[in-house]
Each structure stands twice: as structure tokens, then as C-alpha cells.
């Protein structure tokens, strides 16, 4: 089979890598052109810069996007699936924003569109949902979607540096980007969910302003300290429940008990859950990130082009509503402002500099959220757990 | 596609709900007969007691084998192979014993040997291990195993029972067998152990008397207080290790510090994990039993079958040899009598009752404890982590 890589970053080299090494069943791949940025000098004989050259090539197979971003990787994939080259890309941005054209194209010319990489990294997460949901209707989904900020969160609470100087550490390591905030403000989690919601509920949606999101840019050391001595742990999740014909999904950060799977996910790890109906509660672990783990989830998809085994068709057709209330959550909230008032008709609690809201509507706490952020920018919210324990629920 | 389901109990029973309740893909799949016993009543009309009138009927695509033990449950599976029906069962103790001859005879039918559910229950462990193998080879296997298990240290953990009396509790809640051997005594572990070892490394093994096996029958509430005390938690796993041409493969019961998913994998939850070249760690988490995750797994490998959805091909050829002593360990024994003489030549340390060996090959300490065992028959071993953290390890 012949490959192209669009992109030759972390993720393009890390394929090339894994293919050259010719291992197993990589054995039957072949990388027959590397597309690289006009100005950028070939060092690979495969190395070209003409998208043209690769499109109007028959004898590749399939062209693997890895160039990130939306533009030109969109008009790149679209292109690719046009000339009938199957297409695979750890894109998340890309596909949370045109999941649908990019489907339909791909039917359209017999051809196919598959992204195991792009959401939860070398985690078999899109294919463990689709094979659950062969048989299941999958009613909860809720992961720890974002190694980045998982790495930040996990290295305050184990040192309690502030969270501005853990951040450095973490671009200092390559852990993070010069500009974060896709992963301390929830927009990575939020396409990682959508994508994972798109197949799961059959539908297509955009990360929107619809979408209840907090990010974890707001807490301090000190939150950090006061969430250890409750004995919790806190986490930047991705999380989605099914009720019905109702839907929601809302991407906030959320404090486990010590007796969790999700509380002892460390470093850059992720950890992505579902619950469906016959096969109860499944829980798939690993490196969400990182050079070869995802390029290992890209050399899959190939070999299940390879190999024939079809994934699952979409047709965004269910008729599931996103109700943004469908799930009510208690949550504790620091603010230098007393916004209790704010809150007024929900059962509150305060406690120190925390006030605890009981059993408030997602899509209403994230609301009056957005009303405190307006008046102290520093504020920070989080979920609790529901009760102690529960390890596996 | 039509099936044929040997045996009728828990999850024959399941597996019949789910093509029942017909939805989603199960849709395509028909109960066309269900096997019982001579002497039983049929109380469904696809009911029969006669195992010819199944293998001749040319309508049957797939039987499924969920009788369970090892006649004459082995005879059906070749039987059926040789009908050319493929054959899917939930049966560890008849794959573990006759893997590479129900492959052979898969092979020269033409039809399909798949066994999802023998491990894991509902996790797709065996599917998972074989895709990471399509590109990796497998370094390592380690795995909660047995939920049973699971369940009576969990018990014991949370609530400082006795060893009897939860095992007795887990009995009335039919988690575990009027004779629970299988379960406490690691051999249910040691054949899902050998599965997996069987397609990591493509070799036959069976759970003869070489392989290293320690069960949890000797643990005391004491040993619980001592290993909480040490801030760890218990868990009886199976372990294999692949490194050059040499394998090693255990089942012991293993200490895991509180910061590790092993540590918090509750009541009958399974945990399996591997080790890959390029993938790094993987864990899944899930029921491992119980009738409808189970029943859940059995119906994925029909709708492999029903897809085209081919699995790994085993050959059996690998070269890889058993090397007891191909990894070391750390161990905590409590024995009434002492036994530090007969580990002179290793490091020991003596901690109040325990005895800590430190640094010793897993074949000869399973060696020694077995001489241990015939002097002070309720002596208890464990293997102790290495090191502090490493959750993801």
C-alpha cells in the first residue's frame, strides 16, 4: 500500500519512522511522497512539496493529514478524498469542524475517511466506541481527553508549583504550546468530545458557543491544596450523557475521589470511558499523545484499509436533541466576589473562600458561570462527585 | 447469520437477550437452535437436546460454545469446525488446553476459531492485544484477571473481613463456585494468562506444572492490615514478559502502591494491560464476567464473522522459550516457620512476621515457596512493587 504524509512534524515523521522500520504487518506499507512546506528543504528522497504531484499520483492509496490546523488541511483531505485516496488524519480540529463534508465526500468517491489518532492519541478510544456501539446504545462517555493539561494538573498536585510556572515546565518539555490556550481552556477537549459524541450519537456537532466549557487556566495552588484535603483529585474532562431522545455534553474540570481510575491517570496519560447498555462500564487507558503512540494509531487505520476491515458508517442522521440541562451536577466555586446571590433558587453551601452549589442543571451552572467570569475574571468552578466511591462507575 | 447456542446458562441466556432484543447490528443475527441437556425440559421452541441435529443442519453459520469445562465441550468445537460452522466460545479452560489444535482444524475448514470473550469478559482485551500486535510486538501482559477474585481481596480490603467469610458472601452472590478453587487458586488466571501469551508471542502454552502459580487461598485479614499499613493494595495477577527470545508468564498475587490503576480496580472489575514497541502502555478496564458484558463480547465476535472482520492468523511457530527466571522481583513471605534459611543467597529482610526478599528470580521463588508450602502449609507470598509511583507503568 502506498502512503503519502502531508506533514512531516512530530506525528508525520513519527509514521515515516514506524514504516521504515518494517515491522510486522507495517511490512506491507510503503511511503511513497512526504509533502513539505514550499520554502523547506527536501532532506528525504520522498520529500516534495506539490500537493499536485501527490493528488495526481494513482498509485497512492491513502494520503495521512498531519499537518494540523484547518486550513489548508481541509481543502487537502477533500481534495485527497476527491481523487478516490483514502484519507487519515490525527487532525481533531479539522474533523470536530467538517466531520460531515469530509463523510460524505468520502462516500461520494468510494473512499475512506478514518481518524483513530486524533482523539485520545495512540488509545484505541474511536474504535473500541464503534465496536461497543455495534451492539449498544453507548449512554455516557466522559474522558480525561487532554494529556497537556492532564500533565499540568497532575504535576501541581503532586509539587504544588502555581500553575503559571508548571505551564512553562510543561512548554519547556514540549508538552505544551507557546500558545496553550487550545489546552488549558478546554478547545481540545471540546473536539476531542465532539468527534466522540458525532459517533456516538450518530449526529454532527460543533464545538459552539452552545457547548457548556471550563477551562482550568483560573486555578491556583491553593485550590489545588484545598481539593487534596477534601481528598480529591481534579481532572479536565470531556464528558457526554444519553437520555432518551436528549443529549449533552459539556467539557469542565471535575474532582474524583482517591478510590478512582481517573484520579491516578498521571502525567500525559488519558483515560476514556463509556458506558453502554449490555457491556456495562469500559475503560481504555494510554498515551493520548506523544510521536509514536500516535503515529502507531495512524499505521492502524491504514492497516484497516489494508486489511478491509470497515469502520463504522455515519449518517448524522438520529434525531437526538442536545438538552444542556439533561444532567444536574454538584459543583464548589472560588470567587473573590460573593456570588452566592447569583445563584439564588439552588441549594448553596459556603465554605471558606469555596461556595458548594448542590444539584444545579450543567447548562445553568455554566450560564451564571460565565455571569461570575464577567465580574472576577480570576474564578474558577469545578464538579464533585456525587458520593464516595464508585471506582469503576 | 445464523447461530447455534451450546448450553444455556448465564451467558447462553445473554447472548440469546441481546440477539433478542435485536438492535443495532445484533438485528442480523437468528437463534436458530439452543443445545440442552438429555434430560432437560425445552421451554423454547429452539430448544434440542440432540448436538447432530445442530452440526447437520447446513443453515447454522456459527455455533457458540458456552457449556463450559473441558468435555464435552472440546469435542462439540471440533465437531462443529469439521461441520465447517464456525465456532465462537467464552470457554478458557477447553481454549487454554486445545488452542493450537481448534486453530489447525479452523484453518483446514475454512472457518473461524474466535474466543473474545474466554478473557476479560466484556473488555475487548483479546481484540486490543491482537491490534496492538498487528504493528508492535508486546513487551509485556499484565492483568486483574479474575473478577472473582478481585471481588474477595476487594471485600477484604474495604471491610477487614476474613478470607472465608467473604468468600462465602461472594458464593451467595454467585460470583464465585460451590468449589471456588479455579478462581482463588490463580488456575481461571493462569488460562486466561496462557491465551494471552498464545497470541502475544504466537506459541502454545499450556498452565502445566511449570508455570509459576501462587493463589490467594492463604491470605488473612492480618496480611490485609500489614499491606494497608504499607500503604499498598493486593491484587492477584497474571504477568508475562517478553524480552529477546525469552518469555517468562506468572500468576501471584502483587502489591501496587495507591497511586496506580491496579490499586482502585473494584469489586469484580478486570484490568488488563499491555506493553508495545511504539504504542507504550495500554490498559482496559471492564467486567470481566458477568452475563451480559460477557454475552456482549460473544455477539462482537459474530459480527466480526458477519463483517469479514478477519483476526490475528497464529501460527504457533515463534521460537520464543519459557525462562522462569527471565525477570526479578521483590517478594514479602508470612510464614510460621523460618524461612530465611532457605532463601540464603538472596537479600532478605526480616519486618515483624514478613520476610522481605528482595531481588529474586520469579521461577526460583516460586521454587522455594513451594518448599515453604510443605513445611507451614498456610504460608503467603507476594510480590512487592519496585518502586513508588508509576501509575501508568
Avoid at 473500541?128 to 497532575?154: C, H, M, P, W, Y
Avoid at 505544551?176 to 456516538?200: F, H, M, Q, T
Avoid at 474532582?255 to 458506558?275: M, P, V
Wanted: proline content about 4%; hydrophobic content about 40%; charged content about 25%.
Amino acid at each position: 500500500m502506498n502512503i503519502a504524509i502531508l506533514g512531516f512534524g512530530t506525528v508525520g515523521s513519527g509514521v515515516y519512522k514506524i514504516i521504515q522500520n518494517a515491522k510486522r504487518q507495517a511490512q506491507n506499507l510503503h511511503v511513497r511522497h512526504i509533502l513539505i512546506r514550499k520554502n523547506k528543504k527536501p532532506d528525504l528522497p520522498e520529500m516534495t512539496d506539490s500537493i499536485d504531484e501527490i493528488l495526481n499520483d494513482k498509485d497512492v492509496d491513502v494520503v495521512v493529514e498531519v499537518i494540523g490546523g484547518i486550513e489548508p488541511a481541509h481543502q487537502y483531505i477533500v481534495d485527497a478524498l476527491k481523487h478516490k485516496k483514502h484519507v487519515i488524519t490525527a487532525n481533531k480540529a479539522v474533523i470536530a469542524e467538517y466531520m460531515d463534508e469530509f463523510t460524505r465526500i468520502a462516500a461520494e468517491n468510494d473512499a475512506k475517511f478514518y481518524f483513530e489518532s486524533s482523539v485520545g492519541g495512540g488509545i484505541p478510544w474511536i474504535q473500541g466506541l464503534e465496536r461497543a456501539l455495534r451492539v449498544d446504545d453507548v449512554t455516557k462517555i466522559q474522558g480525561i481527553f487532554n494529556g497537556t493539561s492532564n500533565f499540568i494538573l497532575d504535576q501541581m498536585h503532586r509539587t504544588g508549583k502555581p500553575f503559571n510556572e508548571v505551564l512553562m515546565e510543561a512548554q519547556q518539555l514540549g508538552y505544551a504550546e507557546a500558545d496553550p490556550s487550545a489546552d488549558i481552556d478546554g478547545i481540545d477537549v471540546a473536539n476531542k468530545l465532539c468527534i466522540s459524541v458525532d459517533i456516538a450519537y450518530d449526529l454532527f456537532i460543533k464545538p459552539t458557543a452552545e457547548l457548556p466549557i471550563f477551562g482550568i487556566r483560573n486555578i491556583t495552588e491553593d485550590d489545588m491544596t484545598h481539593f487534596d484535603k477534601l481528598g480529591m483529585t481534579i481532572k479536565l474532562m470531556g464528558k457526554s450523557h444519553q437520555r432518551g431522545n436528549e443529549f449533552d455534553y459539556m467539557v469542565e474540570p471535575t474532582l474524583y475521589y482517591g478510590d478512582t481510575l481517573e484520579a491516578h491517570t498521571r502525567d500525559n496519560y488519558n483515560l476514556i470511558s463509556l458506558i453502554g447498555e449490555t457491556i456495562g462500564t469500559l475503560k481504555f487507558m494510554g498515551q493520548g499523545a506523544g510521536q509514536l503512540p500516535t503515529a502507531n494509531a495512524v499505521i492502524q487505520d491504514i492497516l484497516d484499509i489494508y486489511q478491509g476491515k470497515e469502520h463504522l458508517k455515519r449518517e448524522f442522521k438520529s434525531s437526538f436533541k442536545f438538552q444542556p440541562n439533561l444532567t444536574k451536577n454538584d459543583y464548589i466555586v472560588r470567587s473573590e466576589i460573593d456570588c452566592s446571590p447569583l445563584f439564588k433558587g439552588f441549594e448553596t453551601e459556603l465554605r471558606g473562600d469555596y461556595l458548594l452549589i448542590h444539584n444545579i442543571p450543567v447548562g445553568e451552572m455554566h450560564r451564571l458561570m460565565r455571569k461570575v467570569l464577567q465580574r472576577d475574571e480570576s474564578a474558577f468552578m469545578a464538579s464533585l462527585p456525587t458520593k464516595k466511591g464508585g471506582a469503576a462507575k
